[in-house]
């Protein structure tokens, strides 16, 4: 599967972005589509994921801030993200693969490219 990300941008603490992952080819052997963010030089954290049945997860860093759904028919998960905080500013990446019960990844699955989120406060 290939994803291809977008949705970042710049906006004031407080404000709204949402991202999008549009994925394309075949998605055999994917459970889940994840939302990771990092910061250069550090590990990639989870912020979100969805499984394919729709069971989510959300790191705590997010919860009731963060939402994550999908249009099955657009094959686009998305990240919506509200009440922005600076400490957001992160380069988010989107990511399609399988995943076990406590969501850890279980190959190496897909990657769409990062896209900028940028808070200001």
């Known amino acids: 599967v290939q994803l291809q990300a977008s949705g970042g941008g710049v906006v004031q603490a407080g404000e709204s972005l949402r991202l999008s992952c549009t994925a394309s080819?075949?998605?055999?052997?994917?459970?889940?589509v994840a939302w990771y963010r990092q910061v250069p030089g550090k590990q990639r954290d989870l912020v979100a994921a969805?499984?394919?049945?729709?069971?989510?997860k959300y790191a705590d860093f997010v919860k009731g801030r963060f939402t994550i759904f999908r249009d099955n028919a657009k094959d686009t998960t998305y990240l919506q993200m509200n009440s922005l905080k600076p400490e957001d500013t992160d380069v988010y990446y989107c990511?399609?693969?399988?995943?076990?019960?406590?969501?850890?990844?279980?190959?190496?699955?897909?990657w769409g490219q990062g896209t900028q989120v940028t808070v200001s406060s």
């Open positions: 990511h399609a693969g399988l995943y076990d019960s406590g969501w850890s990844r279980a190959d190496f699955g897909s």
């Open positions: 080819g075949s998605t055999f052997g994917v459970n889940a």
């Open positions: 969805m499984r394919s049945n729709g069971i989510t």
